[in-house]
């Protein structure tokens, strides 16, 4: 298992995401339910964020990970 210390750098712009919107944002869930399209996007920003932080491997079992547009763009190729 790898170590990564999230302290030093956070997603900016998921924290302010949050910030601006804590009001109705409970749980995870909440960021699509409540935020809609925007949700998404931010939830897709913080995924893609954590990729490039962990160097795109899964912290737990080291497997190589990709972010949200390595994967549309893959599965949009396998599908045509």
Known sequence: MRYIDKSKNPCQE??????EH???LKK?????????QDGSKIKTKLHNHLVDEQKGLCIYCERRI???EVEE????RDRS
């Open 14 to 19: 998921f924290m302010a995401f949050v910030k």
């Open 22 to 24: 804590e009001s109705h």
């Open 28 to 36: 995870w869930d909440d960021l699509t339910k409540n935020c809609g």
């Open 66 to 68: 990709h972010n949200k």
């Open 73 to 76: 763009k893959f599965y949009r």
